[in-house]
């Protein structure tokens, strides 16, 4: 049973974990728990009518949606929303806009005035960003829009109508119908810190990606997350390196890249943290950076890329590659080398996955193929003389993998990289 002598701090404690139907429940039993438990139940707002919205909506459907929008944007509930997920399609959002439906909608976000995350989907639909009518929402952090054309309007009082967020994210970028402006000078370069980006049809991506000066006014954008469908080198080095500040680099390719010239310029200077494939590492090692996630690629690859690039690895001080258990682990070569191209490496991830050519054992319980392992791991670290942390995830697959004692592994490694601080070792189902 439920007793109101429980001081309010721990109430809230406790609301947050309840189930929403439970929550409005216990929102009716007095007046304590429903200021307790309003924020929580209007914390979220989700609007998807399901129709288009040049469609056949009219009479009391119409009517119905109008309602809701209403209360949503009353002052009573709009001060409690902190998310919001819209779902639309059909033609157009303009700053014209005269169905009753798109300006009711948009009203209401607009009364959103402690708003943080903004989540639409407008699949192919053209979209001019004014419409969306965000000027006053002053707490908006996190702006997320997903499939739509969108259009900048050329009229001065509208284009110079920005929007302030922390984090801008655009999936799916088609290429608008009118493709004399972009975007992307809609957005507030003071406020800017991180932004996501991910190709959709044609050349949508690249024109977002055309105002070189909107580009260059990014002077406070740190984090830059993109997606390439069919690129080259010198197309990723026009849609990152005018970017004046980037740190963080998290790339996806969902195709291969072809290999063309590497432009002279470095594609971040200031760079810190690379994730992406191991192919790209030609085009990233004159940014010098210092931590380096491959997501894609083997070690061989790796070993290959840095060989070949015109940069050179002594700045990486952290490392993360994927690895086989025969080729790379227990052969040896390939991890030997790679540490000996990186000698300020301090931090190693390996993510280990069994390979065709591994030999087959006893399983774990084996004590003699696990210290073989251990001694071989120890044998290609050692001279790593910068080493201070190994994690190692082993991947397993349901056959009978050789996983090394965590305790043999550390006691191993301990004696032949005096440097070393920190062994991890943890296994993951593939």
């Known amino acids: 049973m439920l007793s109101l002598e429980l001081p309010p701090e721990l109430w809230l404690q406790i609301f947050p974990h309840l189930h929403r139907n439970s929550l409005s429940s216990v929102s009716a039993v007095c007046h304590r728990f429903h ?12 609007y998807r009518p399901g129709v288009s919205l040049e469609g056949s909506m009219r009479g009391s459907i119409l009517t119905r949606e109008l309602e809701r929008l209403a209360f949503w944007s ?60 965000l000027g006053k929402l002053a707490h908006l952090e996190t702006l ?50 991180c932004m996501e980006l991910s190709a959709g049809r044609g050349r949508g991506l ?54 063309d010239a590497i432009p002279p310029a470095p594609l971040a200077p200031h760079l810190d943290y690379y994730k992406g494939p191991a192919e790209l590492l030609p085009l990233l090692l004159s940014s010098a950076p210092q931590t380096v996630v491959i997501s894609r690629g083997s ?59 591994a030999p087959v054992d006893n399983g774990p319980t084996n004590r003699n193929a696990t210290g073989t392992l251990c001694e071989q791991l120890a044998t290609v670290m050692r001279g790593a003389n910068a080493l201070r942390s190994l994690v190692l995830v082993w991947r397993l697959d349901g056959g009978r993998e050789t996983v090394p004692d965590r305790a043999d592994l550390e006691v191993t490694l301990r004696a032949s990289v005096p440097s070393l601080r920190t062994v991890s070792l943890s296994t993951r189902w593939s």
């Open 74 to 133: 009353s002052e009573r509930i709009a001060p409690h929303v902190r998310t919001c997920f819209i779902g639309l399609y059909g033609r157009s959002i303009t700053m014209d806009a005269v169905m009753p439906l798109v300006v009711a909608l948009f009203e209401a976000v607009s009364r959103f005035t402690n708003l943080r995350v903004l989540s639409c989907n407008f699949a192919l639909m053209t979209v001019e960003l004014p419409a969306l009518r």
């Open 206 to 259: 690249e024109h977002f990606l055309g105002d070189q000066a909107a580009m260059a006014a990014c002077h406070n954008l740190r984090t830059l997350r993109i997606t390439f469908k069919d690129t080259d080198f010198t197309r990723i080095h026009a849609c990152v390196a005018p970017f004046p500040a980037i740190r963080e680099l998290i790339v996806d390719l969902h195709s291969t890249c072809r290999v």
């Open 299 to 357: 070690a061989g690859a790796v070993l290959d890329m840095l060989r070949t690039a015109t940069g050179r690895p002594d700045s990486i001080t952290a490392l993360s590659v994927p690895v086989m258990l025969y080729a790379d682990v227990l052969d040896g070569a390939v991890l030997r080398h790679l540490l000996g191209l990186c000698p300020q490496l301090a931090h190693l991830a390996l993510d280990v996955s069994a390979d065709a050519r």
């Open 35 to 46: 200021a307790i438990s309003s924020p929580l139940l209007f914390a979220r707002f989700q």
């Open 144 to 193: 997320q829009i997903h499939g739509p054309r969108l259009s900048r309007p050329d009229e001065p009082q509208q284009a110079s109508t920005v929007i302030q967020v922390r984090k801008f994210c655009y999936t799916d970028i088609n290429m608008p119908v009118d493709a004399r402006l972009s975007s992307l000078a809609m957005l507030d370069p003071c406020t800017l810190r």
